[in-house]
């Protein structure tokens, strides 16, 4: 299993070269992944990281409106 | 389409073997469950707004219902007082200073799960956007 888990980059990656729509959707299985492996409440430093990406967004063009 | 349905079951092949692990002794599930939402909610909402963003015309021509969706999501909002960031962000905000607040006991656990309702339904919502605009991109 661990593996598995370890080779998980690589196949999503040759995934992304494959159906290069799908990047996005593929972040997201990424972004989402170490959440189904949560087992206790986040460290003060992933608290931290987390609301310092929250942070990043106000500059993300992405977030950006018209 | 047949890319969009291969790739769609190889995702779920790679969450399935990913596995969902059980909670360590002394966590508080609900503290936990706020902080799968955020991350969650993160997620989703990078996702449905990189989409829209990749092409705003396109999608502001042929999905104006998704765009409009977008667009509300990027709406500033006042969080901490004094800081603006957009309404993503704005609402994860919010559920992480419920979230800490229940931590610290200064409010009940009713407060929080109300907190993360309205997050998870925007999620889903954005998530329910993602699904129904990858299967129109994968027409195109």
Request: charged share 15%; hydrophobic share 50%; glycine share 4%.
């Amino acid at each position: 299993m661990p593996a598995i888990i370890a080779a998980l980059p690589v196949i999503i990656d040759l995934i992304a070269r494959l159906a290069p729509g799908f990047q996005h959707l593929i972040t997201w299985v990424m972004a989402v992944r170490p959440v189904l492996q949560q087992d206790g409440a986040w460290t003060p430093e992933l608290q931290e990281a987390f609301l310092q990406s929250l942070i990043k967004t106000k500059t993300d063009p992405a977030y950006q409106p018209d | 389409m047949k890319k969009f349905a291969l790739s769609s079951i190889v995702v779920a092949v790679l969450v399935w073997v990913s596995g969902c692990a059980q909670l360590r002794p002394g966590q508080d599930p609900l503290v936990v469950r706020a902080e799968q939402v955020e991350a969650t909610a993160k997620g989703t909402f990078d996702l449905v707004l990189n989409i829209d963003h990749s092409d705003r015309g396109f999608w502001r021509t042929n999905a104006p219902a998704f765009h409009s969706f977008c667009e509300w999501l990027r709406q500033p909002q006042i969080v901490w007082v004094t800081n603006v960031l957009p309404r993503a962000s704005a609402m994860i905000a919010n559920l992480d200073n419920v979230k800490q607040d229940y931590v610290w006991a200064r409010q009940g656990s009713n407060v929080l799960i109300t907190a993360l309702v309205v997050l998870q339904s925007a999620s889903t919502e954005a998530g329910g956007w993602a699904q129904v605009v990858t299967n129109n991109n994968a027409n195109r």
